[in-house]
């Protein structure tokens, strides 16, 4: 009756491949004739046997430990119970390894695998070193760098953006403090010498830039200030009345702030320009990130239109070699049947041939059978004729 299952490690050979039931049968088989050969062949070069055994073993169980975990971590054990599930598989007893710890440790010197030891046993991690992988784990650092330079890099000039922001900011203050220091000290008390007098306001307003105009004068009025000679000299034909005409009267108040609420409106002169409102460095630096999220959201849309261009291009190339592959398949199918057809016809033909080749014996062995007949035919019509004669 043929076993079924593992058997006894210790009853199996490995140099003859031969797996016995008891210790009895591995008596008679180690002092059988085939296995004294091959022991004696074994002698020679022992060392050469147990390394050949050695890395077809660990070849085998890399190739499991690949294939079915990868690169997750698992117990020893457990891929050991998997490999030794073969009937076929390469015995460790016939390595240069004792134990499985001792494998487990060989491995994780030579950087095959990163292992560690726990109170629950070995557990093993298999490192992948193919090529494929490397330039694919390099790719995705050079991205990683690539990303983190972009990142730093703006983060930098955020900082230095900022940074700039915060000095004019605080030039600025320095410069409003200086002003208020310069009022403080140009400012006088209010006396009036009699209580009957008209309060009279003289204020003057710096000119700015694209305005020439002057608030001054002890009657309050505002005088525009031409921007230059011609349209100081040239009267406006399409007003009614002149610059001069048109400035209300002064008018008194009972307070220094009805006086100064209630002044003059300015007049419409068509010669003033608009001064642009000036940006804050704030502003500036959104504008400039709004800008920049622009010119990367069109380079990420440009690089995903590319993307999209070469695996368009690479499916068409696919496509292609797929078609040439179905051609060269059905030009190899022509040719097979035409293979088929001939040979067909070479079997006919034979065919025909032997057919041909048994008629003409059949017609030789039946002139044959007549010549034999009429050779006994003769022998009878002579038996005949000597009886006859005897008689």
């Not at 292992?115 to 650092?141: C, H, Y």
């Amino acid at each position: 009756m043929k076993a079924k299952g593992l058997q006894k490690l210790r009853w199996y050979c490995q140099i003859c491949e031969k797996q016995c039931r008891d210790e009895n049968g591995f008596k008679c088989h180690c002092a059988s004739e085939s296995h004294q050969r091959k022991i004696l062949l074994v002698a020679e070069s022992p060392e050469k046997y147990v390394n050949d055994y050695s890395s077809e073993f660990q070849r085998d169980f890399l190739k499991l430990l690949s294939t079915r975990y990868g690169t997750r971590r698992v117990h020893a054990n457990l891929v050991y119970q998997e490999f030794i599930a073969d009937r076929t598989h390469l015995h460790m007893n016939a390595t240069k390894w004792a134990t499985l710890s001792e494998f487990v440790m060989h491995l994780g010197k030579e950087g095959i695998a990163t292992v560690d030891e726990t109170p629950k046993g070995w557990f093993i991690q298999w490192v992948d070193n193919s090529p494929k992988t490397l330039a694919r784990q390099e790719a995705i650092a050079k991205k990683e760098r690539m990303e983190m330079d972009d990142e730093q890099r703006e983060q930098k000039l955020i900082q230095q953006q900022i940074d700039k922001a915060n000095a004019l900011k605080q030039q600025q203050q320095e410069h409003a403090e200086g002003e208020d220091d310069k009022v403080e000290e140009g400012a006088t008390e209010l006396v009036r010498e009699n209580e009957e007098e008209k309060i009279k306001l003289d204020i003057s307003i710096k000119p700015t830039v694209g305005t020439g105009l002057k608030l001054g004068g002890g009657a309050g009025l505002l005088k525009p200030k031409s921007l230059n000679a011609l349209a100081a000299k040239k009267p406006n034909p399409f007003s009614s009345k002149s610059t001069s005409s048109s400035t209300p009267a002064p008018t008194s108040a009972s307070t220094t702030t009805s006086t100064a609420t209630t002044g003059p409106s300015l007049p419409n002169n068509s010669t003033n320009t608009t001064v642009p409102k000036k940006r804050s460095a704030m502003e500036e630096i959104i504008e400039r990130e709004m800008a920049k999220k622009k010119r990367l959201s069109e380079l990420d849309s440009f690089r995903e239109r590319e993307g999209d261009r070469d695996r368009d291009r690479d499916r068409d190339r696919e496509r292609d070699r797929e078609r040439d592959r179905d051609r060269d398949r059905d030009r190899e199918r022509e040719r097979e049947r035409e293979r088929d057809r001939e040979r067909e016809r070479d079997r006919d033909r034979d065919r025909d041939r032997a057919r041909e080749r048994d008629r003409g014996d059949y017609d030789n062995e039946r002139e044959r059978e007549r010549g034999r007949e009429r050779d006994r035919d003769r022998e009878r019509e002579r038996e005949r004729v000597r009886d006859r004669d005897r008689y």
